[in-house]
């Protein structure tokens, strides 16, 4: 079986995405399946480059920037061209959304083959960017276009496809598959080409004090933007006066971040840490920031946070979590309320803060969920099982006609 992965970036770039698709790459290898992967270079670098990967090969397009999130990569298409010509694939795996995976709507050698559409997130069409609302007119027919033609679906909970309304045509194709990750060190964290061009060191997380009752050291993880609820959290943190926060991760709020930790007075308790990069020493560094805290928090504010793996990596951790009640996002699935974690109302400072000082004071509800948390990562959502799913819905599609993957929506 050769399989040939598209997504949009692949690691070190940072993200949920890369992560999964990179880790599913490697876990499949392991399984004996031939895969390689196609996704864009860093933006801003405007080279080509080719390197193995955990045993499997990566091709990353010159990417010479962002359009509304989109990547400008005029190579992409050639590349997709030359990939299909050298890997001969049964099958495409898209990860979407991406909008250099409509490249493969034009590419006849691509419409010979079935697809599977790994559907990460709807776009957010209530997005403070008036643009993006803008252009989605733009892209929906593609998207649709990808959707009709697309032999399976993959939604990664049950309840963001079935909150999803491009999902809803297609949900008799639409199948869940939960994402999963490793126990330990990614299958696929660093390139064996040593070509490829070093990067900034990794940022140094500030030793803490051992944990004690009188102090919280909570934890965030993930690119700061305006849906992830930061500036919530910061405030929660400034009713907690016990608690210290550390954030890894990097993005377009940063700036404001900061200065809204000045101005709230706690900066003295707020790390920055900045941005790890998904190799082998930042998979590390990132583990050693959850081994260095008592709480984890993810305080997204919508369904821009789709599923949210930085979840899944706390409760392997075994640390007990406080997360937004997202309507139709897959957090709620992933984090069960009173057992695994605490979910509080989205945007609310002031029950994160509860949900913290009630932690804060329970060192045996911290355990017991943090355990319980590690047993249903276990149970659910390891990098084995989404694997195996995966590879069980290869072979469903591969056995079915062609003719199914042009099979028009009920309704």
């Known amino acids: 079986m050769r399989i040939l992965h598209i997504g949009k970036f692949f690691p070190p770039h940072p993200g949920g995405i890369e992560r999964c698709m990179a880790d599913l790459c490697g876990a499949?290898?392991?399984?004996?399946?031939?895969?390689?992967?196609?996704?864009?270079?860093?933006?801003?670098?405007?080279?080509?480059?080719?390197?193995?990967?955990?045993?499997?090969?990566?091709?990353?397009?010159?990417?010479?920037?962002?359009?509304?999130?989109?990547?400008?990569?005029?190579a992409f298409p050639r590349l997709l061209k030359r990939s299909l010509a050298r890997i001969r694939p049964d099958l495409l795996h898209l990860h979407l959304p991406n909008t250099?995976?409509?490249?493969?709507?034009?590419?006849?050698?691509?419409?010979?083959?079935?697809?599977?559409?790994?559907?990460?997130?709807?776009?957010?069409?209530?997005?403070?960017?008036?643009?993006?609302?803008?252009?989605?007119?733009?892209?929906?027919?593609?998207?649709?276009?990808?959707?009709?033609?697309?032999?399976?679906?993959?939604?990664?909970?049950?309840?963001?496809?079935?909150?999803?309304?491009?999902?809803?045509?297609?949900?008799?194709?639409?199948?869940?598959?939960p994402l999963g990750i490793a126990d330990g060190p990614s299958p696929a964290t660093s390139p064996t080409d040593e070509a490829i061009a070093p990067r900034d060191s990794l940022p140094t997380l500030r030793p803490?004090?051992?944990?004690?009752?009188?102090?919280?050291?909570?934890?965030?993880?993930?690119?700061?933007?305006?849906?992830?609820g930061i500036d919530v959290l910061l405030r929660a943190i400034a009713e907690v006066g016990n608690a210290s926060l550390s954030i890894v991760g990097d993005g377009e709020c940063r700036a404001a971040l900061q200065r809204l930790a000045i101005d709230l007075g706690i900066a003295g308790r707020v790390q920055f840490a900045g941005r790890i990069d998904m190799d082998e020493r930042g998979a590390a560094t990132l583990q050693a920031a959850y081994e260095n805290a008592d709480v984890f928090c993810l305080p997204s504010t919508d369904r821009a946070e789709s599923f949210g793996l930085v979840l899944l990596e706390a409760m392997r951790a075994r640390l007990p979590v406080i997360a937004?009640?997202?309507?139709?996002?897959?957090?709620?699935?992933?984090?069960?309320?009173?057992?695994?974690?605490?979910?509080?109302?989205?945007?609310?400072?002031?029950?994160?803060?509860?949900?913290?000082?009630?932690?804060?004071?329970?060192?045996d509800l911290r355990t017991r969920l943090g355990s319980a948390g590690a047993q249903r990562w276990s149970d659910e959502f390891t990098l084995d099982r989404a694997a195996d799913r995966v590879l069980q819905l290869y072979r469903h599609v591969l056995a079915e006609p062609m003719a199914r993957a042009t099979t028009a929506p009920a309704g």
Request: charged content about 20%; proline content about 7%; overall charge positive.
């Open 208 to 228: 803490r004090p051992p944990a004690s009752s009188s102090r919280l050291r909570v934890l965030a993880v993930g690119r700061l933007s305006y849906f992830k």
């Open 100 to 177: 250099s995976a409509f490249f493969a709507l034009l590419s006849p050698a691509a419409r010979r083959l079935p697809w599977i559409v790994h559907w990460h997130a709807d776009i957010p069409l209530d997005t403070r960017r008036r643009m993006l609302r803008i252009a989605y007119g733009i892209y929906r027919p593609w998207e649709r276009a990808m959707l009709r033609r697309a032999a399976a679906v993959i939604a990664t909970s049950e309840p963001y496809r079935d909150s999803s309304p491009a999902l809803a045509p297609w949900r008799g194709k639409t199948h869940v598959i």
């Open 28 to 74: 499949l290898h392991a399984r004996g399946v031939t895969v390689a992967a196609l996704a864009h270079y860093e933006p801003g670098e405007k080279s080509i480059q080719r390197h193995e990967v955990g045993g499997f090969d990566v091709t990353l397009a010159a990417c010479h920037g962002h359009l509304l999130y989109a990547p400008v990569s005029p």
């Open 324 to 363: 937004s009640a997202i309507s139709g996002s897959g957090v709620g699935y992933v984090v069960r309320d009173g057992e695994t974690g605490l979910l509080v109302a989205p945007g609310d400072a002031g029950a994160l803060a509860q949900a913290l000082r009630r932690l804060s004071a329970d060192a």
